[in-house]
């Protein structure tokens, strides 16, 4: 099955598919809208395009320009709305982007971040299908090598994960790799035409694709995207307005729903399940949690980009009595805990989590080797440490990789650090996380300057060329950091 199979098959469907604000799009509208928003695409984009951008926040327009590539044959590429000049140029040249779809409102913006792009981009304006052209006349000499050949194990989307922009890491994943996690995913929930879910997250992260886009479009079943920034009194009312069946987040959003006084107020019966994972959840106050809403499900998830991006899920009915773990592996997905050499290790024996199904990505864009040291036989080295009890259940215990995980978005401490040791006077830094009650983690910085560091104008300076959740939120001057034998900084 393709994706495009998911929309298609419901091109006569009058039912509410999506709904933002006080916008609506039935089933059968979005497929027409996509339809012809592809012939655009076609008429538009050189025979040899493979990849085209997306710079869209969540939208019904998202939704539109997603299946408009899936039914023009093409490679999505989402490049989230809050990135910056350096991290959309570095984007669209890896990816070798010749389209980026986006909205008037972004028009200023891009033309402003992206003025010293040297190739040549147009950008198609979903308001009224108009197209601009950006620095002239250089086209691409050389496509990537992952060509769309109808096949189902070719690329559908290339998801971003924790590259740099100096070297970034884009996350290949093909028609089945998707449809069999998400088909995996109902299976594990149940899930059915009837649900409603409630969209909170980014729409380009792997967690928002699968488990919440692409699953209940599967089903044909209604969603309804969050209009605005997660707030618990608008969560509240809009799941006893809209009888939402469920919801997936983050920790951060699940500790601000518990701390909201008036969430008894609101009649959130209809709500079967709450999905959370992407970070730390203190066991604490998911048990307070799991018992001050007892018709809810929590269902604790674990997941990485790399494998679609589901693996386990730890079901409502064992969310206390297992308490800690991310449950079981979903179906069609197989889990293993191994040591350094690759051994397969006894139940409650720590080592490195590594996957096996039909979920795990094709590879890496452009990296091959990084691909190869990556899956192994078929299986993909997580990064992660944990163990299996006796029962069968994954706990995590720590991460392999120096990634840092805060509000559930991975941040890789080393691109952080490429942009510090461009200020003036910085000669080393080293970027880590630091424990936070509500995003889990935070990014830190230590530094060794040459002289005095204006910590605001250096805060400044990031901020200009990173996210917003990217940049450090303290900076502390150091006389060391702490080496390994052959002189790398020794990462705590």
Same mark, same amino acid.
């Given at each position: 099955?393709?994706?495009?199979?998911?929309?298609?098959?419901?091109?006569?469907?009058?039912?509410?598919?999506?709904?933002?604000?006080?916008?609506?799009?039935?089933y059968?509208?979005?497929?027409?809208?996509?339809?012809?928003?592809?012939?655009r695409?076609?008429s538009?984009?050189?025979?040899?395009?493979?990849n085209?951008?997306?710079?869209?926040?969540?939208?019904i327009?998202?939704?539109?320009a997603?299946?408009?590539?899936i039914y023009s044959?093409?490679?999505v590429?989402?490049?989230?709305?809050?990135?910056k000049?350096?991290?959309?140029?570095?984007?669209?040249n890896?990816?070798?982007?010749d389209?980026l779809?986006?909205?008037l409102h972004y028009?200023?913006?891009?033309?402003?971040?992206?003025?010293d792009?040297?190739y040549?981009?147009q950008?198609?304006?979903?308001?009224?299908k108009?197209?601009?052209?950006?620095?002239?006349?250089?086209?691409f000499?050389?496509?990537?090598?992952?060509?769309?050949?109808?096949n189902?194990?070719?690329v559908?989307?290339?998801?971003?994960t924790?590259g740099?922009?100096e070297n970034p890491?884009?996350?290949?994943?093909t028609?089945?790799n998707?449809?069999?996690?998400?088909?995996?995913n109902?299976?594990?929930?149940k899930?059915?035409?009837?649900?409603?879910?409630?969209?909170s997250?980014?729409?380009?992260f792997g967690y928002?694709?699968?488990?919440?886009?692409?699953?209940?479009?599967?089903?044909?079943?209604?969603m309804?995207?969050?209009?605005?920034?997660f707030?618990p009194?608008?969560?509240?009312?809009?799941?006893?307005?809209?009888?939402i069946?469920?919801?997936?987040?983050?920790?951060?959003m699940?500790l601000?729903?518990?701390?909201?006084?008036?969430?008894g107020?609101y009649?959130?019966?209809?709500?079967?399940?709450?999905?959370?994972?992407?970070g730390n959840?203190?066991?604490?106050?998911?048990?307070?949690?799991?018992?001050k809403?007892?018709?809810v499900?929590?269902?604790?998830?674990y997941?990485?980009?790399?494998?679609?991006p589901?693996?386990t899920a730890?079901?409502?009915?064992?969310s206390?009595?297992?308490?800690?773990?991310?449950?079981?592996?979903?179906? /069609?997905? $197989? %889990?293993k805990?191994?040591?350094?050499?690759? =051994?397969? *290790?006894n139940a409650n024996?720590? !080592?490195?989590?590594?996957?096996?199904?039909?979920?795990?990505?094709?590879g890496?864009?452009?990296?091959?080797?990084t691909?190869?040291?990556t899956?192994?036989d078929?299986w993909?080295?997580?990064?992660?440490?944990?163990?299996?009890d006796?029962?069968?259940?994954?706990?995590?215990?720590g991460?392999?990789?120096n990634?840092?995980?805060?509000?559930g978005?991975?941040?890789?401490?080393?691109?952080?650090?490429?942009v510090?040791?461009k200020?003036?006077?910085?000669?080393?830094?080293?970027?880590?996380?630091?424990?936070?009650k509500?995003l889990g983690?935070i990014?830190?910085?230590?530094?060794?300057?040459?002289?005095?560091i204006?910590?605001?104008?250096?805060?400044?300076f990031?901020s200009?060329?990173?996210s /917003?959740? $990217? %940049?450090?939120?303290?900076?502390e001057?150091? =006389?060391? *950091?702490?080496?390994?034998?052959? !002189?790398?900084i020794?990462?705590?």
């Amino acid at each position: 099955m393709y994706l495009a199979e998911l929309l298609y098959r419901q091109n006569e469907n009058p039912k509410l598919a999506i709904l933002y604000g006080n916008n609506t799009m039935k089933y059968c509208e979005w497929h027409e809208q996509s339809l012809h928003l592809s012939t655009r695409i076609k008429s538009i984009v050189p025979e040899l395009s493979v990849n085209i951008g997306i710079f869209l926040p969540n939208s019904i327009e998202y939704a539109v320009a997603y299946f408009s590539i899936i039914y023009s044959d093409k490679v999505v590429i989402p490049i989230g709305i809050q990135s910056k000049a350096l991290e959309i140029a570095s984007t669209l040249n890896y990816c070798e982007v010749d389209l980026l779809i986006t909205s008037l409102h972004y028009k200023k913006y891009l033309f402003e971040n992206i003025v010293d792009y040297e190739y040549k981009l147009q950008i198609l304006f979903m308001e009224d299908k108009s197209v601009e052209i950006i620095n002239g006349e250089k086209n691409f000499q050389n496509k990537g090598s992952d060509k769309i050949q109808s096949n189902e194990n070719d690329v559908a989307i290339m998801l971003h994960t924790s590259g740099t922009t100096e070297n970034p890491k884009r996350v290949m994943l093909t028609h089945n790799n998707l449809i069999t996690n998400v088909e995996s995913n109902i299976e594990s929930l149940k899930l059915t035409n009837e649900d409603i879910v409630l969209i909170s997250m980014p729409m380009h992260f792997g967690y928002c694709n699968t488990a919440q886009f692409l699953t209940h479009t599967y089903l044909g079943a209604s969603m309804v995207i969050f209009d605005g920034l997660f707030m618990p009194k608008e969560f509240f009312w809009t799941v006893q307005d809209k009888k939402i069946t469920n919801f997936t987040c983050v920790p951060s959003m699940l500790l601000m729903l518990l701390e909201y006084r008036y969430g008894g107020s609101y009649d959130i019966t209809s709500l079967r399940y709450i999905c959370f994972g992407g970070g730390n959840m203190p066991m604490d106050k998911l048990k307070e949690l799991i018992l001050k809403y007892p018709t809810v499900g929590f269902v604790q998830t674990y997941g990485q980009t790399e494998a679609s991006p589901r693996i386990t899920a730890l079901l409502p009915d064992e969310s206390l009595k297992k308490i800690g773990s991310v449950g079981l592996p979903i179906p /069609g997905v $197989k %889990v293993k805990i191994v040591d350094g050499l690759g =051994k397969e *290790l006894n139940a409650n024996e720590i !080592g490195e989590i590594i996957i096996q199904g039909k979920n795990v990505m094709k590879g890496y864009y452009k990296q091959e080797e990084t691909t190869r040291k990556t899956i192994i036989d078929g299986w993909l080295r997580s990064g992660d440490l944990g163990y299996i009890d006796n029962d069968g259940y994954l706990y995590l215990t720590g991460r392999i990789k120096n990634i840092i995980i805060s509000g559930g978005i991975n941040i890789c401490p080393e691109e952080v650090e490429n942009v510090i040791l461009k200020y003036p006077g910085i000669s080393e830094v080293c970027v880590e996380g630091e424990d936070h009650k509500i995003l889990g983690e935070i990014p830190i910085a230590k530094i060794i300057s040459k002289n005095e560091i204006d910590y605001k104008e250096l805060q400044k300076f990031c901020s200009e060329r990173l996210s /917003g959740y $990217k %940049v450090p939120k303290k900076f502390e001057n150091v =006389k060391n *950091l702490p080496k390994t034998y052959n !002189g790398k900084i020794k990462r705590f």
